[in-house]
């Protein structure tokens, strides 16, 4: 495997054409999909025709940013003529009749969309193992879960079946299959990419955002989604959006924090992996690294589950099987028929205050630990998942499920952006994510942080 930006000026210089570089990944879908069950539905048809296209416009100089990358989309997210099932029965017929406002961006920048991603149902989960059309193995440690929600996405990185993909981030969904993947990703600060086309978990949560197996990778698939959107008012205009220059820039002087709420309640191995990448980055740029206290974290979940369970039950209300599908309450798993149940129950009004309101508050009591915290530092340095993934068909009960999200749902309650490098380099079993949590639209810095970690690194791609 290739860095993305290599791989991307080798198609620019006409080394490589998008039509070789397509047929490349498809050969190694045909070869290991069915193991890794990254992908539920290719389209090999289309992308050649698009890769066709591509390659003229190459030769005439005219193509866009990601001209030629093959990319993959979770299934929660619409392409035009493309299946988005969500992974579940109620949508297993669904074809997407438009395009989500991101894939409108990514076809203006001609990247090559090879097909739709594997999933937790619905986008509930941390495992990958509860989407209809089965679990998704782990490409860098066979028999383990690849983590979720965005499992394929991120296995079909790791696995190098594309170059790229898009997955969704409600409470770690992206960050926490990129750390068991040992690849890297990005949740953007909430409102910073057009969620139009999402089929949503929880809307005030939920951004869509890049998985790559480099830095680099995720900052040009940022730089082509995020940004104001004619179509949704939402969208927040943040004009400065070079992330791929931030990416391979020495970061400017910066000041790192550790967090021992976060840390205390992580695996040893893993947070003594976390606090040498702290040394490393703070003696190789001389950066200050201090001590935050982030009073309530610890609380997250319970600010967490009850907001989800509100915002998917209202959600999933479309899904009632008139127009098209299935009723979602008969043909959901467990785990997407329990939050319906509890989601409708806190929604009743006698017990709104009691559980939703009060998880509002504490959601701002949340947020405001971090204003006070990024007043400190420029970037939070902590662990992604507590604990190491576990063993396919071993079986979590859902609060051990919900724990692996105790260190990703901070930065979804508070709207802050948070990237994933693996502490070791990518595709290596012995990484962990390194989680990098910067304030509100700081992208820049966080690129630049990841950016210089990753260079830090002897096995670096390139
Ligand atoms: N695992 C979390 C949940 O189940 C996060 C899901 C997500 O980010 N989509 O809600």
Redesign the pocket.
Known sequence: VIAVKEKSRQLRDGELEAEENLETFLERIKLDNERVNAFIDVYPGIAREAAKEVDKKLEEGTAGRLAGLVIGVKSNICVNGYSATCSSKTLENFISPYDAEVIRRIRKEDGILVGMTNM?EF????SGETGYFGRVLNPIRPNYICG???AGSAAAIAAGLCDLALG???????R?PASHCSIVGVKPTYGLVPREGLID??MSL?QIGPLSADTYGTALLMESIAGPSERECTVIDKPNLNYTKYSESEPDRFTLATCKQLDQITDRNIERKVSSAVDRLASAYNADVVEVSLPNVENALSA??PI?FVEFFSATRKFDGRRYGHKIEDACGPEVGRRIYLGGHISQKEVRGKYYESALKLRGVISEAYEAAFKKCDAIISPTVPKPPHKIGDSLDPLE??A??ML??PA?LAGICAGVVPSNGSYNPDSVGIQIQCNRLQESKMFSIMGGYERLLDNRLC
């Open positions: 937790d986008a509930c989960g941390s979720g929600s965005s969704s981030d409600t409470g770690g969904s992206i926490n978990l929880a939920e967490y589950y989800v499920m919900y692996y999200d990703t749902i979804n």
